[in-house]
């Protein structure tokens, strides 16, 4: 009950109603509970253990998330690899199935190395591909190698492993699947002329292939300076030409009047001059391919080694191809030699031609020989193919390709 100041002046107040009579107004009450709401807070956060107290924050509006196809997401469609054990010579006309194996079965041996500072970036359909130049191992291979008479030979070894696998050049299955047009380089007469062997080895891309031919020296550390540089090899043949022996390819040339016994150990002759080569390409031999008694035991022998076969000029005439389904053996035939005319604009043109045929196809091969005019050309259409779409590949891909 509130005091009355006129009956009850003199009366002494208690300590209670003195602070009643001085209470807050509403606004200052209220003032007063958020200040101690906000210093109660404070305590709080300084006690509390937050690593990031104080930290800036940013808040960002992220899109809703997309699916990305790229190269690794989309598995490969798995490859049957072959029974285990060495594969016999086949008459059926049965095709071999064609796998590229680079692990060797015996320990020690060398294995493919890879140099991160040197690569290509390809993309192509929405997908990112990396493919790193490769150095590849030095031959011979002990797994795939046999002693002969003349030197090393080639041999398919245990678990059906053979040169044409091992001493391949590895091809990503995303280039290998992909739709893009494919174009394999193989440029011939490596070996004789050790300067401009080595120019092309330095100055082309690794996809670029060689064929090096029996007759040059230091054979065997030239074709592994190249293999270094990741490039395949493939060695030249001499067979007889048309106008033979007038237009005579060289010492131990495989001629239709020798007979089969004489061309054998000739064969085998040229297969030991150097190791690290996934098959022999025909050297000029118009006359010889258009024979198919003759060529038959030849093909039959590189299919019992492991190897393929190639023909490196268009002949209508060669019967390489049929023989080469009765033995089961893989042959290809180029499709363009690029310096045919050893001009500068005559090999560009010849390029641009390569490049539509394999647009029509999907795989074109095309030939040539280690000529300076014919390296420079070759470097220079190389570095724009991957802005035209067109994927520059090894030789084994091309195989790959074109049987299985």
């Known amino acids: 009950m509130p005091r009355d100041e006129l009956n009850e002046p003199l009366r002494r107040r208690s300590g209670w109603a003195r602070i009643m009579d001085r209470k807050p107004s509403a606004p200052a009450s209220a003032a007063m509970v958020l200040a101690g709401t906000i210093l109660i807070a404070g305590l709080w956060l300084l006690t509390s253990a937050n690593p990031y107290g104080g930290e800036p924050v940013l808040v960002l509006d992220l899109p809703p998330a997309t699916e990305m196809a790229t190269a690794s997401i989309t598995p490969p469609t798995p490859v049957a690899k072959p029974a285990p054990g060495p594969a016999p010579e086949s008459d059926s006309g049965d095709t071999e199935d064609i796998v590229i194996d680079q692990t060797p079965d015996t320990a020690g041996e060398p294995r493919e190395t890879y140099s991160p500072n040197d690569s290509q970036i390809i993309q192509n359909e929405a997908s990112i591909i990396i493919s790193p130049r490769r150095s590849l191992p030095p ?84 074709v592994n300076k190249a293999r270094a540089a990741g490039h395949e090899i493939m060695l030249q043949l001499p067979m007889e030409p048309f106008g033979y022996p007038a237009t005579n390819p060289g010492p131990k040339t495989l001629v239709i009047a020798a007979g089969e016994a004489a061309n054998k150990e000739a064969l085998l002759w040229h297969l030991s001059r150097f190791a690290g080569y996934i098959g022999a390409s025909a050297y000029m031999g118009g006359n010889f391919l258009a024979d198919p008694a003759a060529l038959r035991p030849v093909l039959a022998e590189l299919k019992k080694r492991g190897l393929y076969f190639m023909e490196d000029v268009p002949s209508q005439k060669s019967s390489a191809a049929s023989v080469g389904r009765i033995v089961g053996l893989p042959v290809l035939a180029t499709q363009i030699v690029i310096d045919a005319n050893a001009e500068a604009k005559a090999i560009a043109k010849a390029l641009a031609q390569l490049e539509d045929e394999a647009r029509q196809s999907g795989i074109a091969v095309g030939t040539g020989t280690g000529l300076e005019v014919t390296i420079e050309e070759v470097r220079e259409w190389a570095k724009t193919l991957n802005d035209r779409g067109i994927l520059l590949i090894p030789l084994s891909a091309a195989y790959r390709g074109r049987t299985g």
């Open 139 to 222: 031959a011979p291979i002990a797994s795939v190698t046999q002693e002969g008479p003349d030197g090393p030979l080639p041999r398919i070894g245990s678990g059906g492993k053979k040169p044409s696998s091992v001493y391949a050049r590895t091809t990503s299955a995303s280039i290998q699947m992909s739709d893009a047009p494919k174009i394999a380089i193989v440029l011939g007469g490596m070996g004789l002329n050790q300067e401009l062997t080595a120019k092309a080895i330095k100055a082309l891309p690794g996809d670029v292939s060689f064929a090096f031919a029996p007759y040059g020296e230091n054979l065997q550390v030239q």
